[in-house]
């Protein structure tokens, strides 16, 4: 070797991802910029080096991540064992090099591969109605070779790809037209502007439409530019655009209506089997040919205890809108609907719109490379093994797991526990490093979204809770959670893991978990509107009543439990019980930070905490609008 490093970057990350309107489309673009920086780390190590971060091979330079695995065989013409559909490597990596390499071969390798994927969706989709739009061609072009972001340095200093970032060589200029209605940057692709050429972009898209294999694909009103539709389409044609086919479970993927509809199909499977059976039987004889979802390989639970019966199959099928019939009154004909309003009439519980996106990230991962680099990445290759079997096993489904960077949806009560197990496993992978210095933690966020709010600005709210509120505001190793009604961003809450988990991270019990026994028990005056008015006009604005927190936080807890105790039943509880009921209360509504590695418990009240802990005890279900 060289004794030089090579340290690569490509972007842009979040307009590219986050710009996704479809779970197909996050899906599709985590993997494609994974799958790139692949095809980076192959070109290193054709050229003789070594990838040093992530950990991707052992010293003999046998690969174990299997994506780059894949991308390798691929490149060798052979036969894949695996088809990897998860993006499992970071967008940035640093590797060890020789003498004489070439940093121009890596950018041509990426190039070659993203041009590849280019191409296939062109011919599969553009090629023979491209005459049919105004520069359709040149759009295409610029905007295919103008995308990507490459970075790259050599030398010791990790701090060099950041000033390098900084040196922009490239800036992309403002589009003409009319935007995309994906990527609101990008110019459409027909090249008309509607204003003085509706008829023929009308046409144009109208042609595009009837041409796909499946015009599900795309919405009637959608008109996307060259870089969405490569995102939308390309898994599509994958065999022919990166070399193997995605497995059915990632081209077809669960909508967040159905992600929000699984408590309910789950209860009424698991309580009411006929009922459910029934639904199915009307639902499916609507004259509007009721949509269903392709479930693949995802929600084995589900899967598993409808699997001996056809109608329970088709079942859990249903398009998630069907279990709401707000939404249902819209897909259904009017006999249909009006055969389904008993059995609506029978749930137990109205269904929640809500579901939850999960993201994680290591907390100064840089600080940590610089420690033990090796051990780092040993340890970050340990906490992605089985982090996919994990979410699964908990109804949700992985967008995202490289290196320290985990993205996921669940249905709403999945989302705190598998939060708790993934910042215990990456403590654990550090641990079992052995290496006594790493000090390892991670943060979290989890936004509970109503699943018709448009998927760009769940993501986007996503990255600000975990970046501003759960590690600059909170002090890192620490979880925010965030509520988004349909109305928008309702209300945010965050603390330390170590308070999270009830004063022990390693620990599967949380500070909510209590409030869940009360609302088993049909108690609900611990949420009643008068008790939560009380706690917001009463104590969230109050005064320090002492110079001393500890101090402060019981003289509040004596007024709180007072004014309770004036509202409940006084005989639905004894004296203890109502004393645990309000301790857990101050657990949740007074704020807690990390400062200086250690955890800050103020006298700051906030009723976001009751309100967290009351939409987590009903499962999002009943919550007002």
Known sequence: MSGKYFHFTIGPVQGFVAQSRRTRDLLASSFLLSYLSGHAMAAVMDQGGSIVFPDVHDQYKQIHNPLLQAINQTLQGKELFEKPWIGSLPNRFKASILEGFQPQKVEEAVQRAWIKIADTVWTETVSDIAVLGNGTREIWERQVHGWWEMAWVIGDDPTLLNLRKNWRSYIPTIEPGDKCTLMPQLQELSGYVRSRHRQQQDIFWHS??????????LRERERLSAIALIKRFYPLYAKKAIGWELPSVAVKFPPTTYLAAFPTILRMLEKSPEQAK?????????????????????????????????????????????????????????????????????????????????????????????????????????????LNDLVRNHNGVVIYAGGDDVLA????????????????????????????????????????????????????????????????QTGRDSLAIGIWKSSGVALTWSAPWKVVCDGNPDQAQTIF????????????????????????????????????????????????????????????????????????????????????????????FRVAGALVAQFLAQEGEGVVE
């Open 208 to 217: 595009f439409h009837e041409n796909q294999r499946n015009a599900l694909d």
């Open 409 to 472: 949806m669940l249905p709403v009560p999945e989302a705190l526990p598998v939060a708790v197990k993934l910042q215990q496993k990456y403590r654990q992978a550090f641990r079992e490093g052995g290496e006594p210095t790493l000090q390892a933690t991670s943060s979290a966020a989890i936004l509970y979204a109503h699943c018709k709010t448009p998927l760009k600005s769940v993501l986007q709210e996503g990255h600000h809770l975990l970046d501003q509120v759960a590690k600059d």
């Open 513 to 604: 978990d209590g409030f869940k026994e009360y609302t088993r028990n049909g108690d609900q005056t611990i949420f009643s509107n008068q008790f939560l008015y009380k706690l917001k006009t009463l104590y969230e604005q109050a005064p320090m009543l002492t110079d001393d927190p500890e101090e402060h936080r019981q003289k509040l807890k004596r007024l709180i439990t007072a004014d309770y105790v004036r509202i409940m039943d006084s005989e639905k509880c004894n004296e203890d019980e109502i004393n645990q009921r309000i301790e857990n209360l101050m657990k949740v509504c007074f704020v807690a930070k990390r400062k200086d590695d250690n955890v800050e418990l103020t006298g700051e």
């Open 278 to 386: 029934k639904f199915a039987s009307i639902a499916l004889k609507s004259s509007k040919n009721t949509q269903t979802v392709a479930l693949a390989d995802h929600f084995p639970l589900l899967q598993r205890k409808a699997e001996k019966d056809v109608l329970l199959k088709k079942f859990i099928q249903l398009d998630g809108n069907v279990f709401f019939p707000r939404w249902a009154e819209k897909d259904v004909d009017a006999e249909t609907f009006a055969q389904l309003k008993p059995l609506y009439l029978g749930l137990s519980k109205e269904p929640s719109p809500y579901y939850a996106i999960l993201l994680m990230d290591g907390d100064q991962l840089g600080k940590q490379l610089q420690k033990n680099e090796q051990k780092v990445s040993k340890a970050l290759s340990q906490f992605c093994k089985e």
